[in-house]
């Protein structure tokens, strides 16, 4: 029986990622839409919503939290400490809340709820298919009954991990939460050399997707380290033993390494401005 089963689900800021965990937990009837409310500022994003899911829609955040056992944060970093304060004083003991906001610390979602039954995670955009990766964060004081029902509802967006190290998951923000950013700009860079080259953009595209996707495909199913295969396709004096030449004089690595630690301060740099509109807040915590 899915730990979800009977339970009341809460979306806060129902966009593309709640969407895509609302889909998934209809598709595997984990549980049922008239368990489901939405809450969306835009009337017309709400009647999509109802339309496309049979659930229970709302233009109030307080309305969809009150009476939900799973609440699912997902606006907008800079919409946190807005929305947060209006739903803290509505939430009650043994309700999970579930973050998937990037860089919301649980220390600033404890400050600004008022609540510490919480998780912080972090999907990436592939979710939207159901092969995302998630890397999630429970706090100590949700029970090992809500850390299933976490689990099963990350599970809907793909691979779910969980840490017992808070920082993992702002570093999972930089690379897989990121990730993808590195690799539509790779596949957007080849498709741009393939054209170069002469080939019609649409074949281009072609080529770069199902190249990347099935070299994706094998790393997964050999469980070989990336520099074995590399090696496996690297002739001596060959076409890839000269384009690696140009990469390496091109600093690929140490530029996509720099990529993943800027993206590793930003991430801490939200998570700390969020505090510190939390610490200003005069709702005690501790629910």
Same mark, same amino acid.
């Given at each position: 029986?899915?730990?979800?089963?009977? #339970?009341?689900?809460?979306?806060?800021?129902?966009?593309?990622? /709640?969407?895509?965990?609302?889909? %998934?937990?209809? *598709?595997?009837? =984990?549980?049922?839409?008239?368990?489901?409310?939405?809450?969306?500022?835009r009337a017309d994003r709400r009647a999509e919503l109802a339309a496309q899911h049979g659930i229970r829609v709302t233009a109030s955040n307080v309305e969809a939290v009150e009476g939900a056992d799973?609440?699912?944060?997902?606006?907008?970093?800079?919409?946190?400490?807005?929305?947060? #304060?209006?739903? %803290?004083?509505?939430? *009650?003991?043994?309700?999970?809340?579930?973050?998937?906001? /990037?860089?919301?610390?649980?220390?600033?979602?404890?400050?600004?709820?008022?609540?510490?039954?919480?998780?912080?995670?972090?999907?990436?955009?592939?979710?939207?298919?159901? #092969?995302?990766?998630?890397?999630?964060?429970?706090?100590?004081?949700?029970?090992?009954?809500?850390?299933?029902?976490?689990?099963?509802?990350?599970?809907?967006?793909?691979?779910?991990?969980?840490? !017992? !190290?808070?920082?993992?998951?702002?570093?999972?923000?930089?690379?897989?939460?990121?990730?993808?950013?590195?690799?539509? =700009?790779?596949?957007?860079?080849? +498709? !741009?050399?393939?054209?170069? =080259?002469?080939?019609? *953009?649409? +074949?281009?595209? !072609?080529?770069?997707?199902?190249?990347?996707?099935?070299?994706?495909?094998? /790393?997964? /199913?050999?469980?070989?380290?990336? &520099?074995?295969?590399?090696?496996?396709?690297?002739?001596? %004096?060959?076409?890839?033993?000269?384009?690696?030449?140009?990469?390496?004089? %091109?600093?690929? #690595?140490?530029?996509?390494?720099? &990529?993943?630690?800027?993206a590793y301060r930003r991430t801490v740099e939200l998570g700390e401005q969020l505090e510190a509109s939390a610490a200003a807040t005069d709702r005690p915590a501790g629910r």
């Amino acid at each position: 029986m899915s730990p979800l089963q009977g #339970r009341t689900l809460a979306t806060v800021g129902t966009g593309v990622m /709640a969407e895509s965990m609302i889909a %998934g937990l209809l *598709r595997g009837r =984990l549980v049922e839409p008239a368990s489901i409310v939405a809450s969306h500022p835009r009337a017309d994003r709400r009647a999509e919503l109802a339309a496309q899911h049979g659930i229970r829609v709302t233009a109030s955040n307080v309305e969809a939290v009150e009476g939900a056992d799973v609440v699912v944060l997902a606006v907008k970093p800079q919409m946190l400490p807005r929305v947060g #304060r209006e739903i %803290g004083p509505h939430l *009650r003991p043994g309700q999970l809340v579930l973050s998937v906001i /990037a860089g919301a610390t649980t220390t600033a979602l404890e400050g600004l709820l008022g609540h510490r039954e919480l998780v912080r995670s972090m999907p990436n955009t592939p979710a939207q298919l159901g #092969r995302g990766i998630t890397v999630w964060y429970a706090t100590p004081e949700t029970s090992p009954e809500q850390r299933e029902q976490a689990k099963a509802l990350l599970a809907t967006l793909g691979v779910e991990i969980e840490v !017992d !190290d808070e920082k993992m998951v702002a570093m999972a923000t930089a690379v897989s939460g990121t990730g993808p950013t590195y690799v539509f =700009l790779v596949m957007e860079a080849l +498709v !741009d050399a393939a054209v170069h =080259l002469g080939f019609p *953009r649409h +074949v281009a595209h !072609d080529l770069v997707v199902e190249t990347l996707e099935g070299s994706a495909l094998f /790393a997964k /199913a050999s469980g070989t380290h990336p &520099a074995v295969l590399r090696n496996m396709v690297t002739s001596p %004096g060959g076409t890839s033993a000269a384009a690696l030449h140009e990469l390496e004089s %091109g600093r690929l #690595r140490t530029v996509l390494s720099e &990529a993943v630690w800027a993206a590793y301060r930003r991430t801490v740099e939200l998570g700390e401005q969020l505090e510190a509109s939390a610490a200003a807040t005069d709702r005690p915590a501790g629910r």
